[in-house]
Every structure is written in C-alpha cells, then in structure tokens.
C-alpha cells in the first residue's frame, strides 16, 4: 500500500512537494493545527502553531486553517448514509480540486478532521 493509500490517516511530516505547487507554510499549518502525529484524533493545536511558526503567523495561519475547515464541498444528503471510508475520498478530490495550493498530506488531514466530524 503506497503513502497515498494509506487508511490509517494522514502522517506527521508532509511528502516532498513539487517547487511553486504547494504552499508548504499553509500545509504545515493545516498538519500542525489539527494534531498531526501528535494526537490519536483530529484536535486544535493553537498553541502548538505559535509554538512551530511564531505566535504572529499562527494567528493568521490558524483563521486559514479554520476557513478550510469549515468549507465543506459534501451536501449532507452526499455524508449522512455512505461508507466513511468513501465519503473522506470523495471529501479529499473536492478538496484537492478546490485547493491545488494544499500538499497531499494536508487534505488527507482536512478529510481527517471531517470525516471524524460526521462519525
């Protein structure tokens, strides 16, 4: 099974990004903020942004993070009776659609985080 196939959640440091494609900041936020490596479920790590980034930039990088959260791409009727397995796949080509900025790792962090939300 590849990283990207991976069904036990997203890893703690982000696959090698190609040059200009991502913003690696942003995806080490998303990573970061939601507990990445660190936590067993999707949480809220302020302090542990400012802790990584400076307490300046996580203030701003946190209300991104927080905005990507609450974008949600599913209807409810599209998450309310399917597979969770199959909705966090549906959620990550959305979001990967919507957001190319993102990193691989930092979408499988945003499907993480909702779906754990839903469950």
């Known amino acids: 099974m590849t990283h990207s196939q991976s069904m036990d959640g997203p890893k703690a440091f982000p ?3 190609a040059p200009g494609k991502w913003d690696s900041t942003l995806s080490m936020a998303v ?3 939601l507990g990445v490596g660190i936590s067993a479920f999707p949480t809220r790590l302020p302090d542990t942004l400012a802790q990584y980034v400076g307490s300046v930039r996580a203030e701003a990088l946190q209300g991104r993070v927080e905005a990507l959260r609450k ?3 599913l ?3 599209e998450w309310m009776t399917g597979d969770l397995g199959e909705i966090g796949r549906v959620y990550e080509a959305r979001m990967r659609k919507a957001h190319p900025e993102l990193s691989e790792d930092a979408i499988k962090a945003l499907a993480w985080d909702f779906t754990y939300s839903i469950k």
């Open 71 to 73: 974008e949600t791409v």
């Open 15 to 17: 696959m090698q990004s």
């Open 31 to 33: 990573l970061v903020y």
């Open 75 to 77: 209807a409810p009727s």
